[in-house]
């Protein structure tokens, strides 16, 4: 299995700006992604769902349809950085071997009131996002 990398949002912008073979996946809920924000440019491909967030069954071959070269870097992103954890997890395990976790995700930690947004995460350091 290959390794999971790891980078903060900003060093993702940066690869993701100078690697244009590089792919960002995003794993939200479609709902997320769409009244949340997502980033620009990214794929969005839900690695659990609402409403009883579930895993999403076809979400490896989804994957495999949109991103069909296994040496394709792909960074993965999500509210905080879990499910994209665990998304690249199997992803690794089906032989994708450029995988990299963005840490904080896109609405990053929560804070001492329970809001995210405020302590880190792609919106956070303000890197180029829209809604749908």
């Known amino acids: 299995m290959s390794q999971i990398k790891s980078l903060n949002p900003k060093k993702a912008w940066t690869l ?7 792919v960002l996946l995003d794993v ?12 620009k440019g990214a794929i969005n491909i839900p690695w659990k769902e609402l409403p009883d967030f579930r895993a999403n069954p076809l ?3 989804e994957v495999r349809q949109r991103i069909p070269n296994h040496e394709t870097p792909v960074l993965l992103l999500c509210r ?5 954890l665990d998304a690249a997890k199997a992803l690794a395990l089906v032989g994708y071997k450029d995988l990299t976790n963005i840490e ?3 609405e990053g930690p929560l804070d001492a009131n329970k809001h995210r947004g405020t302590l880190g ?3 956070y350091h303000d890197l180029p996002w829209e809604q749908s």
């Open 16 to 22: 993701l700006s100078t690697n244009t073979s590089a």
């Open 28 to 39: 939200r809920d479609r709902m997320e992604y769409s009244y949340v924000g997502h980033p």
């Open 59 to 61: 979400f490896v071959d």
């Open 80 to 84: 905080s950085g879990q499910r994209s």
């Open 104 to 106: 904080e995700g896109f």
């Open 121 to 123: 995460g792609w919106r």
